[in-house]
Nanobody
Framework: QVQLVESGGGLVQPGGSLRLSCAVS????????MGWYRQAPGKERELVAL???????SYADAVKGRFTISKDNAKNTVYLQMNNLKSEDTAVYHC?????????WGKGTLVTVSS
């Protein structure tokens, strides 16, 4: 069973930065894609950013220009660099991996943006 463990969440002031990490229990080299999703209180889970096997990235409009997704195949880790954070970015952030049609999820890490 593949395990994904997120870390790096916390409390940050508006305009601040955080870097989330997602450690995967096996090689991510063969994963079709990796991604970050978030779920705010009372809202549905939404896509934040994706990175494909080949390194192509895509982002939700709400985070374009502020967030950057990356991966380190050697470390089996996916990152989400979040800059210029806003209160509306407050959510639980979940890591996702898709491999041969199977979706794997982490339990999430809480990001709170507040002054």
């Amino acid at each position: 069973q593949v395990q994904l463990v997120e870390s790096g969440g916390g409390l940050v002031q508006p305009g601040g930065s955080l870097r989330l990490s997602c450690a995967v229990s096996r090689s991510i080299f063969t994963f079709d894609r990796m991604g970050w999703y978030r779920q705010a209180p009372g809202k549905e889970r939404e896509l934040v950013a994706l990175i494909t096997w080949g390194g192509t990235t895509s982002y939700a409009d709400a985070v374009k220009g502020r967030f950057t997704i990356s991966k380190d195949n050697a470390k089996n880790t996916v990152y989400l660099q979040m800059n210029n954070l806003k209160s509306e970015d407050t959510a639980v952030y979940h890591c996702n991996g898709r491999d041969n049609g199977m979706d794997y999820w982490g339990k999430g890490t809480l990001v709170t943006v507040s002054s």
